[in-house]
């Protein structure tokens, strides 16, 4: 057998029985591929983990279409072990045939206690593993090195020198490897074995990409100067301030690490230092990490399409490859929106409506899929809630502060994250991404960050925002907190922002916080000049300070803070208003909502080239239509930033966790 999965779908022949319940602790089910599948038999998947909002889910889609003799497959995923399907509903028990899955049943020689802690993704690799070699049973350490070697391709008897150290750690860190903790750990305490590492600072620069970038940074300037004086012999680290400890001088130039270095800099991950000497010739690769004065941006903008192009993806790449391909997406809109050369901007914009043509594509057979999964790496904003809490459960980190900036684009974020690392070099940034809500409408997106839950559970308030307070508390209610615990607040944009918060909160007794930052937003709905007008006004903002003191008082405070968006934006070309009287609830710039789909099917009938999106995660009376590429239902011709359609720009958004380092790196240049 060459796929586990198939372990798995043995289980599920349509028609056997209408309900399924299954013990899932390890969340095999919602895996992106075996879920897609599990779909395309026609069984359809529901967690139970709250009573009510599974109650009202399962009533209302599946026990409706029994009792009129419809039939349906529905699998009730229980994420803990099968003895606890007791704990279910006897109408469930009594009428559901009974499954459970558990990773120890796939890897049957390998530590449970290990294997548990595995990314999804790298379980096709560990299985072709086991099915080449047939290990024996194993223990945790021997399991550890097992998938170090098979999964992460890190073995003993490979480690030998600097070259080898830092080519792994290029090789997992830039391709943003999961490589959970206990693994670090393991690979670290083997490294430790070999005498010639004992100087790395291998237990920060392993686990953590930010370091290791920042630990590249710090060796850069040191390596450029070291070029200058070939014949002498000094130790560079009192001179250069150095915060990571390892060898002064890393070895750039080795060939194996030299296929890095272009892409490190068109990505953004080190940047170019002022260097007046030595004299590096302009065709030198090291030429790329050197600042120019006057620089036009022209290598990396030119450089990053060439990346971008590499990468493209395609209707079958992981939501991972999405959102990893969007953050480089980002990097580049970015400076294009502050660039004026018209060949590049031709570029980006054909690269821009063939990215989103295969973008809709994908969404179309993938998105519902991204609904049920684990919320331990979030994919949707919905999840961000319970990846909170359960990581407060895990770490005893009791206080956490959730930033929701309305309509923050990801090409945006990279400004802002620019212009707060020059203002604070002391603030650590962990950056990732995650899919909003389509449509991507502040009613739909914001309310599911702050109740947890897709928006069909928020039906009755789905067209306003005004229950956010009230979904935010019953979460955290939910969780045991007690209501004077947890705070929210909206409509923040400038001014004093400690004294806004201690009007908000109260140290030592609140343990939740949620805000809205509204300032993006009230930008955009006012932008006149388009994307280019949006990040000059973003920067004017953001200068000012008030979102930096935000995040320095909750960090002050001790509060874990993280940092969202409900949604993006893009610049659109308006494709001529639509004639529709009151058929549509909502009439958005780029979405059009409906309560019935015939009345939806009316307009786009003269909409060819908007999209008729399908209900998933949504209420049963609720019907999109919504604009595809750089489209607006606004007068013909007219330039707007809007948000509500069906783009990279406005469905995938930044997911950003702040902390303080313990000491600021001392910038270089």
């Keep these: 057998m ?19 319940l299954a013990a899932d602790p390890d969340c095999l089910l919602s895996e992106e591929q075996l879920y897609e599948k599990l779909r395309q038999r026609g069984f359809y998947l529901i967690e139970y983990d709250d009573p009510i909002a599974f109650r009202y889910e399962y009533e209302s889609k ?77 223990g945790d350490n021997a399991s550890k090195d097992y998938i170090l070697h098979h999964v992460y391709g890190i073995s003993p008897d490979m480690i ?33 074995e070999n ?29 450029i100067d070291h070029l200058g004086r070939k014949d002498q012999i000094k130790e560079a680290s009192y001179d250069y301030g150095l915060k990571y400890q390892g060898p002064d001088i890393l070895p750039f130039d080795h060939q194996d690490i030299r296929i ?31 600042k120019k004065e006057n620089s036009d941006k022209s290598s990396r903008i030119s450089g990053l399409f060439q990346v971008l192009k590499d990468h493209f993806p395609t209707i079958t790449c992981a939501y991972t490859d999405w959102i990893h391909f969007a953050l480089q997406w980002a990097e580049l809109s970015a400076l294009m929106h502050c660039a004026d050369n018209e060949a590049y901007q031709s570029r980006f914009r054909e690269m821009g409506k063939e990215l989103n043509t295969i973008f809709a594509m994908w969404l179309q057979d993938k998105y519902a899929g991204l609904i049920n999964l684990p919320p331990t790496n979030p994919a949707m904003l919905h999840h961000i809630p319970r990846h909170i ?17 309305d309509g923050l684009s990801l090409d945006q974020w990279v400004t802002i994250r620019q212009i707060l690392q020059e203002n604070d070099s002391s603030l650590h940034i962990d950056e990732s991404a995650l899919f909003a809500w389509i449509p991507t409408l502040t009613s739909v997106s914001r309310q599911s960050v702050f109740s947890g839950r897709p928006p069909i559970y928020f039906a009755s308030s789905i067209h306003t925002t005004d229950n956010e307070e009230k979904l935010w508390k019953q979460f955290w209610e939910n969780n045991k ?7 929210y607040a909206r409509g923040l944009r400038d001014g004093d922002a400690e004294r806004m918060m201690a009007s908000i909160i109260h140290p030592g007794q609140t343990k939740a916080v949620g805000l809205v930052v509204d300032k993006i937003d009230k930008i955009m709905h006012g932008m006149q000049l388009g994307a280019a007008g949006m990040h000059n006004q973003i920067k004017q903002w953001c200068n000012k300070g008030f979102l930096l003191s935000l995040i320095n008082y909750l960090l002050d405070q001790g509060y874990k803070v993280r940092m969202t968006s409900d949604h993006g934006n893009m610049e659109c070309k308006g494709k001529g208003r639509l004639s529709e009287g009151v058929l549509a609830e909502t009439k958005g710039e780029r979405v059009r909502i409906y309560p019935s789909e015939e009345l939806r099917s009316q307009t786009a009938a003269d909409v060819p080239d908007a999209k008729e999106w399908s209900p998933a995660g949504l209420p049963p009376d609720y019907f999109p239509l919504v604009a595809l590429d750089n489209d607006a239902f606004v007068r013909q011709g007219d330039t707007i930033v809007g948000h509500g359609g069906i783009s990279i720009e406005e469905v ?12 600021s790196v001392k910038k270089s240049d």
């Design 652 to 663: 995938i958004v930044p997911f950003v966790s702040f902390t303080r380092n313990n000491s």
């Design 481 to 487: 907190m007690k209501r004077p615990d947890i705070a």
């Design 260 to 290: 890095y270095m272009d892409n490190l800099f068109f990505e953004g991950k080190i940047k170019p230092v002022k260097r007046a000497g030595p004299h590096i010739d302009q065709n030198s690769w090291i030429s790329i990490g050197i």
């Design 2 to 20: 060459d796929d586990w999965r198939e372990l798995i779908l043995k289980e599920f022949f349509p028609n056997v029985s209408r309900l399924t």
């Design 195 to 223: 005498s010639s590492f004992r100087s790395w600072d291998l237990e920060t620069i392993v686990p953590d990409g930010k370091a290791f970038f920042a630990f590249l940074q710090e060796r850069w300037p040191v390596f």
């Design 389 to 405: 809490a359960k990581d407060m459960e895990k770490t005893g980190k009791r206080l956490i502060a959730l930033i929701v900036m």
């Design 160 to 192: 030998s020198d600097d070259v080898w150290l830092l080519r792994t750690l290029l090789r997992l860190h830039y391709s943003r490897i999961r490589m959970p903790g206990i693994f670090s750990e393991r690979f670290v305490q083997i490294v430790r």
């Design 62 to 138: 599946y026990r409706s279409l029994w009792d009129r003799g419809e039939q349906s497959n529905l699998v009730v995923i229980l994420r803990l072990q099968d003895s606890e399907l007791s704990s279910l509903p006897y109408d469930l028990l009594r009428t559901g045939r009974k499954l459970s899955f558990h990773l120890g049943d796939i890897f049957p020689n390998l530590s449970y206690p290990v294997i548990e802690q595995l990314d999804k993704s790298v379980l096709d690799a560990l299985f072709a593993a086991q099915q080449n070699t047939k290990p024996e049973r194993m």
